[in-house]
Structure formats: C-alpha cells, structure tokens
C-alpha cells in the first residue's frame, strides 16, 4: 500500500532557489531523455534504456538537487512512453514547458531522509 502526502511549504530564500533549480533540472532531464528517445527510435527502431546517471556526466549541474526525484523523473517518462505503446489513443509524451507545467516533483524515503518534526519537514538537500 502506498501513501501519499501533500503539503505546502513556506521556504527560505536558500530553499526556494534550490525548490527552483530542482524543477527546473527535472523538467530539463525529462525533455533530454524524451528527445534522446525519440532521436534513437527514428535510427534504429529500438526502445532507449537511458539513466540519470547517464547525464550527470555532461550536466554538472544534474549533481546539485535530488538524486531520487531524477530517478522519478525516469520512472515517469517510462510509463509514458510504455503507455503510449500499449494503447496510442494515449497519445505521445509531451515537452515539459517552464510555463505551462506544474512545478513539482517526486521523491521517495531513503534511510529516514525525509522528517516530519511537528510543524516541520525535512526533504533531501533542502536542510
């Protein structure tokens, strides 16, 4: 069973600079893994298996936010693109737009890495 929380948050200056450069590396990731997808699919006809890992090397800048909501950024863009195989009348991944997307993204608990003390929440490099 899973379980969901949401919340709103109220950040620091510091938090809401590294809350944007997270959204913005998640949406970034996702369009190069969809485009590389995309650019090996019209060569060789072969589904891509591509990593986050895989772009830390190029983008330094992939290093600076949250491993795992990279990873979610995978597990998302897969799905997608499995669901559209499977049934097309789903329609094909889409671009992420700075401007018409929802700036969000997905973690998960790792040995304790996200806390909630009271009023608080402690999320992965966000202090």
Known sequence: MNIAYRFRIYPTEEQKILLGKTFGCCRFLYNQMLNDKIQEYKKSK????NTPAMYK???SFLKEVDSLALANVQLHLEKAYKNFFRDPKVG???FKSKHH???SYTTNVVNGNILVEGNRIRLPKLK
């Open 46 to 49: 072969t589904m891509l298996k």
């Open 57 to 59: 090397k190029t983008y």
């Open 92 to 94: 094909f991944p889409r």
């Open 101 to 103: 997307s929802k700036n």
